[in-house]
Nanobody, 118 residues
Framework: QVQLVESGGGSVQSGGSLRLSCVAS????????MGWFRQAPGKEREGVVH???????RYSDSVKGRFTISQDNAKNTLYLQMNSLKPEDTAMYYC????????????WGQGTQVTVSS
């Protein structure tokens, strides 16, 4: 059974940092491409950053230069280091996995809440 479990969310003040983790199980982690998404109340879910098996990344303009994605294949874990957080970064953050042959993400975690106060 595939599982993605996020952790590391919390409440911080503007300018602060958080590091999210996503532990994957039930499939061969290194065979899949991964991504982080977020959804704020009343807004559509948006892609934050994507990473492929080779380590190439694609960030949304809103987080470029502030967020960094990384992964540890040996630990089946995906990370998102978030620096210089802004109130507009407040959202539920989700990690997701997809077959690299397709753009559709197949597996999703339950999410971890990030709240940034001004």
């Amino acid at each position: 059974q595939v599982q993605l479990v996020e952790s590391g969310g919390g409440s911080v003040q503007s300018g602060g940092s958080l590091r999210l983790s996503c532990v994957a199980s039930g499939y061969t982690y290194s065979n899949y491409c991964m991504g982080w998404f977020r959804q704020a109340p009343g807004k559509e879910r948006e892609g934050v950053v994507h990473i492929n098996r080779g380590g190439s990344t694609r960030y949304s303009d809103s987080v470029k230069g502030r967020f960094t994605i990384s992964q540890d294949n040996a630990k089946n874990t995906l990370y998102l280091q978030m620096n210089s957080l802004k109130p507009e970064d407040t959202a539920m953050y989700y990690c997701a996995a997809r077959s690299c042959a397709y753009w559709e993400y197949k597996y999703w975690g339950q999410g971890t809440q990030v709240t940034v106060s001004s």
